[in-house]
Every structure is written in structure tokens, then in C-alpha cells.
């Protein structure tokens, strides 16, 4: 295929059929949002949030992106605003991988790290935009609606046209929005795909997904996901889970994050407990490359 713009690689990802001892009534699938340009299923989200930014005169000539993220949003943030012409400041939480760190700088991005969770470095931004409004613009994708918007439109649209009748759909929850937007949309054209939510178990630590229970912030997506019982099931992974799935997916070729594996594992686990029949889909968020420290160990 041929492209005229950078822009036209976002989104469109492949859904590859993956064998991890899935039940033998269930098929599985990974979308696989690590071909997305940065690597990950942020960039949708990334590019929504500057493009309105853009569209509403919140972002205008001369002002600086500023944001807060574990890694793969800032690393959106970063490249996209530099097509764009933007600066870019993130301010980081102690789970940033050297990998997304380098990446982001490389990009032309201010990185400092605040905090052990997203939601300081989005308080410490919104003091700074607060207080600098005409040389920041805060895109606050724990918050901006644009975020789970660019799912809804974009990934939920792309799983149901391939798998009209999917049975199950699967994610982690980091802000949430990916997993909203796209569920929202699966929900209200197939009221009757379930929806499981994946987090990390505590003391867990898997990049690219929430730790709730070790006090990661709850965001309004994820908020109004539950309470609209737009996420039918929670699940905790624990690293040993989401390492051996990762195994399982290097021996078939397939090169991501602990965050996927973590994903995979949910899949089956709740593909096999559910007794789900049919094709279930589970969102790969990352490539591996980005978390190549931690991959290593494995």
C-alpha cells in the first residue's frame, strides 16, 4: 500500500490469531497496536488530543505539549508534536522503561519523573499550565474525553468489522480510554460482547497497566466504565502470568510487552472460566522494543 502522510499509519492494525492453550470453543486474537507508529495504542489517542487541541485554538503557535505519562502516551506526544511543530514536556512516573525515555528525548521531549503514578505528574501539570497558560497546553489525557473518543471511532469500528459477531473483548486499564472507547462502541452495536478489564495484581508492577489496588488513579473513564457496567469483568494479573504468556508469544513470532502478555493471560483465563464461544479479541497495546530491560530478564 502506499501512504502520502505519517498519519495514515495510525490505526488499521492487524488481528493476528495467537494459540495459548485457548479453549477449544473460543478462537483468539491480538490486535496488534504495536505497528501503530510509536509502537503502541497511544497514538491514536495522542494525535485526537493535539488534533482538538488544534481545532479549539487551546493549541496555538509557539506553546509547548505538556502531559503526564508512564511511557507510551509521552512517547505519542512527543513524536506527533513534533510533525506537528510542538514541544513537547512529559512528566513521568517511576515506571518509565529507559527504552520509552530514550525514545521520547530523542523526539525533542522534556522528560522529568514525578512520582511513582500518572496522577502526580498530572497534578504537578496542572499547576504548571495554571500557571503559564499562554506557554502550555495540557492535552490531560487522564481526563480529555478526546481520548476515549479516538477508540470509539476508530478501534472499536475496526474489531467489529472484522469480527461481527465477537464474543469477548479484552484490555488492560492504564487511563482507561482505550478499553472505554472501544468497548462503548462494541457495547452499543453488539450489546452482547462481554467486556473484561485487566489489571495488575498487587505489588505487581506490568507497564501499561494500572495497579489500582497499590494506589494508581481511578480515571473517569474507567470510573464510568464500571458504573455503566460497560466493563463486565475485572481481572488481576501477576507477573508470573503475564511473563509466561510473553514466552508463549516470543516462541510464535510474536514481539511484545509484558502488558500484552498480561492481556493474553486474561483472555484465556476468562475465555476458559466464562465458557465463551466464539472469537475473542484482546488488545496488544505495546511492541516489545519499549520495554526491552524487562524482557531481557525473561
Not at 505519517?6 to 495467537?18: D, E, M, S, Y
Request: charged content about 20%; aromatic content about 8%.
Amino acid at each position: 500500500m502506499r501512504y502520502e502522510d505519517i498519519l495514515a499509519l495510525v490505526g488499521n492494525t492487524p488481528h493476528l490469531r495467537v494459540r495459548c492453550g485457548e479453549p477449544s470453543a473460543a478462537f483468539l486474537y491480538i490486535k496488534l497496536e504495536g505497528y501503530n507508529p510509536t509502537g503502541s495504542i497511544k497514538d491514536r489517542a495522542g494525535v485526537r488530543l493535539i488534533q482538538d487541541s488544534l481545532k479549539s485554538g487551546r493549541l496555538r503557535p509557539g506553546m509547548t505539549l505538556l502531559d503526564a505519562s508512564s511511557g507510551n502516551m509521552g512517547c505519542a506526544i512527543a513524536y506527533f508534536g513534533r510533525l506537528a511543530g510542538y514541544p513537547a514536556k512529559i512528566y513521568s512516573s517511576s515506571k518509565l522503561t529507559d527504552d520509552k525515555r530514550g525514545f521520547m528525548l530523542y523526539f525533542g521531549a522534556a522528560v522529568e519523573q514525578v512520582g511513582d503514578f500518572t496522577i502526580e505528574g498530572n497534578q504537578v501539570c496542572r499547576q504548571i499550565a495554571a500557571g503559564e497558560p499562554d506557554r502550555y497546553c495540557f492535552l490531560d489525557q487522564l481526563h480529555s474525553w478526546a481520548n476515549p473518543r479516538a477508540h470509539y471511532e476508530t478501534t472499536g469500528p475496526e474489531i467489529l468489522a472484522e469480527f461481527p459477531d465477537v464474543a469477548m473483548l479484552v484490555g488492560s486499564l492504564g487511563s482507561g480510554g482505550s478499553l472505554f472507547g472501544t468497548a462503548q462502541f462494541l457495547k452499543e452495536k453488539r450489546p452482547g460482547t462481554i467486556v473484561v478489564a485487566v489489571q495488575a495484581a498487587p505489588g505487581t508492577r506490568l507497564p501499561g497497566t494500572g495497579a489500582f489496588d497499590d494506589g494508581d488513579y481511578v480515571t473517569p473513564f474507567i470510573q464510568r466504565g464500571y458504573d455503566e457496567k460497560i466493563f463486565d469483568h475485572r481481572i488481576k494479573i501477576d507477573e508470573k502470568s503475564a511473563v509466561a504468556r510473553t514466552r508463549e508469544l516470543r516462541d510464535q513470532g510474536i514481539f511484545t510487552g509484558l502488558q500484552t502478555g498480561g492481556v493474553c493471560h486474561a483472555a484465556v483465563a476468562c475465555a476458559h472460566d466464562l465458557g465463551i464461544q466464539g472469537e475473542v479479541v484482546a488488545l496488544s497495546g505495546d511492541s516489545g522494543w519499549k520495554n526491552m530491560a524487562k524482557l531481557a530478564l525473561i
